[in-house]
């Protein structure tokens, strides 16, 4: 039933965006001169790599500069590539990698191989689904960029601050999935480029109905500074990266 709705919603979301995703990738051209795709190396399920295809947000090459995660003020971001990220528009081309088969709409999302060889065991359960678009921590922190700002090492922000929730929000889609929290969370996903504060009441919600212990609930609410904590299943705060 999963790959079923992974085929109907990717065939159907990439008729009905073909248009804006066709301007954007002139205007992406046009501004300057180069391939308007980026494809990026992900980690997939069982550990295999695959390319995840994305509307290119950057300037070309900008993968080279050895830094992973991306702020909002990341001078190499576009001009494009800020309207690009503000509406999502680099995840909607991956409707692509679930036609092919390499993602699903719903699951945790991929990361890169760097990222991959940190996680703790229990974090490579993770790996044991195939990545997706979006998930409960796709909508919590969909301000990753602004979370990020101003940080000298991105990367290890993104593995002090994010990774300790995200894994853990992955977990606990992973033990709890059914076909109705999938359409949910395709529905939240729509719902937070208009309204993330909406988006994130009814996340809350559904964690609150799962059982999701209270630590986790009321990092998902983002009413407060996120602090560093531990990934899931260690017990010391990650210190390099």
Excluded at 2 to 29: A, H, M, N, Q, T
Excluded at 121 to 132: C, I, K, T
Excluded at 167 to 195: C, H, P, W
Aim: glycine share 6%; proline share 5%.
């Amino acid at each position: 039933m999963k790959r079923v709705v992974d085929l109907l919603f990717s065939i159907f979301g990439l008729i009905l965006l073909s248009p804006v995703l066709i301007i954007f990738v002139i205007l992406i051209y046009l501004e300057d001169g180069h391939y308007p795709f980026y494809i990026a190396r992900r980690i997939g399920k069982n550990g295999v790599h695959f390319k995840m295809i994305k509307l290119r947000s950057m300037v070309i090459n900008a993968d080279k500069s050895g830094i992973d995660s991306t702020s909002i003020n990341d001078s190499r971001i576009t001009n494009i590539g800020q309207k690009v990220r503000k509406f999502k528009l680099d995840e909607f081309t991956q409707l692509w990698n679930v036609l092919l088969g390499h993602m699903s709409l719903v699951d945790p999302r991929p990361n890169v191989q760097r990222d991959t060889d940190l996680y703790t065991d229990n974090e490579r359960e993770l790996l044991s689904v195939r990545p997706g678009i979006t998930d409960f921590s796709s909508i919590i922190f969909s301000d990753e960029g602004d979370i990020l700002k101003g940080y000298k090492n991105p990367d290890l922000a993104y593995n002090q601050l994010i990774r300790p929730w995200k894994s853990r929000l992955g977990l606990i889609y992973i033990e709890n999935q059914t076909t109705m929290i999938d359409l949910k969370l395709i529905f939240y996903t729509i719902l937070a480029i208009v309204s993330k504060k909406s988006a994130i009441k009814l996340v809350v919600y559904e964690l609150i109905k799962i059982g999701v212990e209270p630590i986790i609930i009321n990092v998902s609410k983002r009413k407060d500074s996120l602090y560093p904590y531990p990934p899931p299943g260690q017990d010391k705060i990650v210190v390099s990266r």
